[in-house]
Nanobody
Framework: QVQLVESGGGLVQPGGSLRLSCAAS????????MGWYRQAPGKERELVAT???????NYADSVKDRFTISRDNVKNTVYLQMNSLRPEDTAVYYC????????????????WGQGTQVTVSS
């Protein structure tokens, strides 16, 4: 069992900033990847940013110069600093973690948070 608890969403004006946080807990042997995805109404879910334990990052082209993903590997927590926000960034943001469970050390599984709403509007 793995729980991903997200926080930091809310309403912000265009050009503003938000910082999302997500902490993973449970019987985790190792967290290999943590990241963020988002889904706007009527659109498919898309990758925002991911980061491996070793520090490798992956960003969507639309956010690469504006968002920064970071991780605290000791706390199993991932952050997303979002700057220069635009109305098109409005979506539900979902935390994702690819983990190795303590009970199944030879398998890797992905888990999802409940989502946090980010609304960019004046």
């Amino acid at each position: 069992q793995v729980q991903l608890v997200e926080s930091g969403g809310g309403l912000v004006q265009p050009g503003g900033s938000l910082r999302l946080s997500c902490a993973a807990s449970g019987s985790i042997y190792r967290v290999n990847v943590m990241g963020w995805y988002r889904q706007a109404p009527g659109k498919e879910r898309e990758l925002v940013a991911t980061k491996t334990t070793g520090g490798r990052t992956n960003y969507a082209d639309s956010v690469k110069d504006r968002f920064t993903i970071s991780r605290d590997n000791v706390k199993n927590t991932v952050y997303l600093q979002m700057n220069s926000l635009r109305p098109e960034d409005t979506a539900v943001y979902y935390c994702n973690a690819v983990v190795v469970l303590a009970a199944y050390p030879h398998y890797e599984r992905a888990f999802w948070g409940q989502g946090t709403q980010v609304t960019v509007s004046s």
